[in-house]
């Protein structure tokens, strides 16, 4: 075990020697330090408070204290604390069934409760230090519960005695070669990587390259159909992470979906950008991304205008371009809008917005970009996955590096750690337009000098929010929805960022929420809108394209992809979703 926690360290010193990287006291420390200042303020500042909490406290540990040694006598007693039925932390039969386990359960799950207390019931915080101060605690208590270490989890403590502590060596060989594949830094693995290859068992829809620049593969894709719909439909992914979260598998692919239904579809298939591209804008990318896409796909088609789709912050930039065509040419080339969790107010932003709400984090970024010229995906990789810690973190370490076990093959996870990189000019100017200064929401987002305007933008819009996304919340996707100037169809899924939209019919899954548009009214709520809906079984996918086929269900004969003009350049996926950061 010592040999191989001897690589493992080398593995994360050797970049640090050759200077490839900079180990600086992060920004974050920072703040988590000032957040929980400010909580701990309101519980010292007065002494009968603090006397009460720490009062309140005690009694709590020396009600544990007693009830554990009346067990130790053999007495029944009920316990002081009982976890989540669903903590699978706690699983193991003998956290409950051994006192010493059960001892350190339960202290901690009081520990938790205090924690808790601690942030909701401090007063006068304002709304952004409490997300914030509750989003670091939770981190802290997480990281600190009894299961993840071996001398204080049942099932680590017997895996080691019988295994002769072989499970270590496993985990630390595992270890070693995770901080390898990160250069230096630990890229926790998720899955079974080896089981998975794209365009092998992932992104296999059939389609051709049609287009190419520096910054996105414009992908056409083979129709299934004898005819399809005149109006094609343009999809812009996220730029964050890689297209093919739309086409999985043939089981869950959004974009076989679309075909199956008679569509033309393309999509954009993003680059995964180095050093060369680090002055590449915001604008950059919607010119050479979803407006030179426009153009193409029109020319293909011979079509009038297209049916758009944006993802995550890929419906930002589409909402973006938009608003850009309404205020300098005509938006007419866009027949719909269709935006799956995509924010244009940044209020209320998900839990990105604790890494980016002041000007200090935000230039903390910007001089890590300023470096290497764009920000290691990496990094956003690791952000996402300590957003959903109990379920993207801990489990894996334990698994890997304690139990010394193998992950599954997932190729949701696959793709989760598939992650890319973001130039640092485009990156910078969507962090502070968005999530700083909530600029686009307002209407103070340039773009080559022309002002934004969401009100002007008339194209109609089905836009989807999910009802538990920690990323882009349903309540801000719904207070969004509400700003824009058209007709909207708003719609509320089950699950959470991704399984609410990548939900096939055929499975069944969660439930979707149908209403009224938006009101956009003070005190109205998504919750609100909730029950004043209608809810059905299901997925959401058949009624998205009920949507679409209201527009114009003229059908034409199939369409090959490509042209003479735009000739295929390569099978899909393309290469630009091949490369790997």
Not at 38 to 62: K, N
Not at 166 to 175: F, Q, S, T
Not at 460 to 467: D, E, F, L, S, W
């Amino acid at each position: 075990m010592m040999e191989q926690g001897g690589r493992a360290l080398a593995a994360f010193m050797k970049p640090r020697e050759e200077g490839k990287i900079h180990d600086e006291p992060p920004q974050q420390v920072v703040d988590i330090v000032t957040t929980f200042g400010r909580v701990m303020e309101y519980w010292m500042r007065d002494a009968t408070r603090a006397i009460e909490l720490q009062t309140s406290i005690g009694h709590a540990y020396l009600d544990l204290w007693a009830t554990t040694m009346r067990r130790l006598a053999g007495e029944t007693s009920p316990p002081i604390a009982t976890p989540d039925p669903r903590d699978r932390r706690f699983s193991d039969p003998e956290w409950s069934t051994n006192t010493y386990f059960d001892f350190l359960k339960q202290a901690y799950l009081l520990t938790s409760r205090v924690a808790t207390h601690l942030v909701e019931d401090a007063e006068g915080l304002d709304p952004l230090t409490r997300r914030k101060a509750d989003f670091y605690m939770k981190q802290v208590v997480n990281a600190l519960a009894p299961s993840n270490f071996v001398l204080t989890n049942p099932e680590l403590l017997r895996l080691t005695l019988r295994s002769n502590a072989d499970n270590l060596v496993r985990g630390m060989k595992m270890l070693a070669e995770d901080i390898e594949a990160g250069h230096g830094e630990l890229k926790i693995r998720q899955s079974d990587n080896s089981q998975f290859e794209v365009g092998r068992n992932l992104a296999i829809t059939p389609g051709k390259v049609v287009y190419q620049n520096e910054l996105m593969q414009l992908i056409q894709y083979t129709p299934t159909t004898g005819t399809v719909l005149k109006t094609p439909l343009l999809i812009v992914p996220p730029w964050i992470n890689k297209y093919y979260i739309l086409d999985l598998n043939p089981e869950k692919s959004f974009i076989k979906y679309a075909v199956d239904n008679g569509l033309t579809v393309f999509t954009i298939s993003w680059v995964n950008p180095d050093e060369h591209l680090a002055r590449k804008t915001f604008a950059d990318y919607m010119r050479q991304g979803p407006l030179e896409a426009l153009d193409v796909v029109l020319k293909i088609t011979g079509a009038p205008s297209a049916h758009t789709l944006g993802y995550c912050v890929g419906g930002t930039m589409l909402s973006v371009a938009m608003a850009y065509l309404s205020a300098t040419s005509t938006a007419e080339r866009i027949r719909s809008a269709t935006m799956f969790t995509a924010q244009v107010d940044f209020e209320k932003g998900g839990d990105l917005k604790l890494f980016t709400s002041d000007e200090s984090q935000i230039e903390a970024i910007e001089r890590r970009m300023a470096e290497i010229g764009y920000l290691e995906g990496g990094k956003m990789a690791m952000i996402f996955n300590f957003m959903r810690s109990n379920d993207l973190v801990w489990p894996y370490i334990i698994s890997n590096y304690l139990k010394g076990e193998q992950p599954f093959p997932f190729d949701l996870l696959y793709w989760n750690s598939d992650s890319t990189r973001m130039p640092a000019a485009n990156h910078s100017y969507y962090l502070r337009n968005c999530y700083l200064e909530n600029n686009l929401s307002q209407g103070r987002m340039e773009i080559d000098g022309v002002t934004l305007d969401l009100r002007k933008i008339l194209v109609p819009i089905y836009t989807v929010a999910t009802r538990e996304d920690h990323i882009a919340p349903a309540e801000s996707v719904y207070i969004g929805a509400a700003m824009f100037g058209g007709d909207v169809e708003f719609v509320c899924a089950g699950s959470g960022h991704i399984a609410g939209i990548i939900n096939p019919p055929a499975g069944k899954k969660y439930q979707y929420w149908t209403g009224a548009r938006p009101s956009g009214e003070a005190g109205d709520s998504v919750e609100a809108w909730i029950k004043r809906s209608a809810e059905h079984p299901g997925s959401w996918w058949p009624h998205w394209l009920d949507w679409i086929r209201r527009f114009d269900p003229t059908e034409v004969p199939a369409r090959v992809p490509g042209t003479a003009e735009f000739p295929a350049i390569e099978e899909a996926p393309g290469s630009y979703v091949k490369v790997r950061s």
